[in-house]
């Protein structure tokens, strides 16, 4: 490795750097205010969801046989669904605009403190959303595994 | 602010953002594999979708009228380029990730700027990328609002 790209007291942020991680952050912040703004309308997509199920069920009241539990149940468990899809989507965004927001004072500032909050942030979320895989991952092999299992008994 | 916060010669990787920067890269790197994969496992689907939607047509052995067929066909293509273009983003955007975890884990182990600034380049990269995709998504979201507004 060149001896030239060697700072005397180790990695220094330099104009190029400050460059990057500015855009970035720029970047970073969009995604997570859109991120913001998407979580919302998945809470209204469940909302919707929930009085579109009420709708229904007040509909159908009127046929032989109709059972007002199923709906009810139905519509809950969307909703249920939609704001459990939310709120997951919810911390990644949080943690990306801290980053972003800490990056942007730590650029401005030369803070050294906002800079490791920010990267503290960005870890953050990488292990938020690796949890999150690893948890999708499991559940899906776990329901890979009982469909193996079904078919063969 | 705080002066003590200021360093003298600017903002530097001291232990702490290097011990916080190689613990995100560790994520990072577990991220874009599997995205990798993903991706991968996404571009194979679209490959063998149409294969499997024609096969599946053509166990119905003529049941299906021409226009039926053309239809199906036209699905079956269209399915099979949406997989392969969600695989291919996939990948794309996720080896920007993979650039950022090993640029900059070698950097932190070598303390080599350059590819210290190559590693957050890749961060760059990674965030423009998705941005730019969440911006063609919400255009295709107006769109199919505004033609659904229309019809």
């Not at chain 1, 490795?1 to 700072?7: K, L, V, Y």
């Not at chain 1, 005397?8 to 970047?27: C, M, T």
């Not at chain 1, 913001?36 to 199920?53: D, P, Y």
Request: with cysteine; net charge neutral.
């Amino acid at each position: 490795m060149d001896q030239n790209q060697q700072s005397i007291f180790g990695l220094s942020v330099d104009d190029s750097n400050r460059a990057h991680l500015s855009e970035a952050a720029k970047w970073g912040r969009f995604l997570a205010i859109v991120g913001f703004v998407v979580c919302g309308l998945i809470v209204l997509g469940g909302i919707i969801m929930v009085l579109s199920a009420n709708r229904l069920q007040n509909e159908m009241s009127d046929y032989p046989g109709y059972r007002r539990s199923a709906f009810s149940v139905f519509g809950a468990g969307l909703a249920f669904v939609y704001i459990v899809v939310a709120v997951v989507y919810f911390f990644p965004c949080l943690f990306l605009l801290r980053f972003s927001n800490a990056m942007k004072i730590a650029l401005a500032g030369n803070d050294q403190d906002q800079l490791t909050e920010s990267f503290k942030n960005l870890k953050v979320m990488f292990r938020y959303v690796g949890i999150i895989l690893i948890i999708l991952l499991s559940i899906y092999a776990f329901i890979f595994l009982i469909a193996i299992l079904s078919a063969a008994t | 602010m705080d002066q003590e916060n200021q360093p003298l010669f600017g903002l530097s990787i001291d232990g702490q953002a290097a011990s916080t920067i190689s613990s995100s890269v560790q994520w990072a790197r577990i991220l874009a594999i599997c995205g990798i994969v993903f991706g991968g496992v996404f571009v194979l689907l679209g490959i063998f979708f149409k294969t499997f939607m024609s096969k599946t047509m053509s166990m119905g052995g003529g049941l299906e009228s021409d226009t039926v067929d053309k239809n199906a066909a036209l699905g079956a293509g269209i399915g099979m380029v949406i997989y392969i273009l969600m695989g291919a983003l996939a990948i794309l955007g996720n080896t920007f990730l993979l650039n950022y975890a090993n640029k900059t884990s070698r950097a932190l182990k070598t303390n080599d700027s350059a590819m210290l600034n190559s590693g957050f380049a890749g961060l760059r990269n990674y965030c423009a990328f998705w941005a730019v995709i969440m911006i063609l998504c919400l255009l295709l979201f107006l769109l199919s609002i505004v033609t659904m507004g229309l019809m």
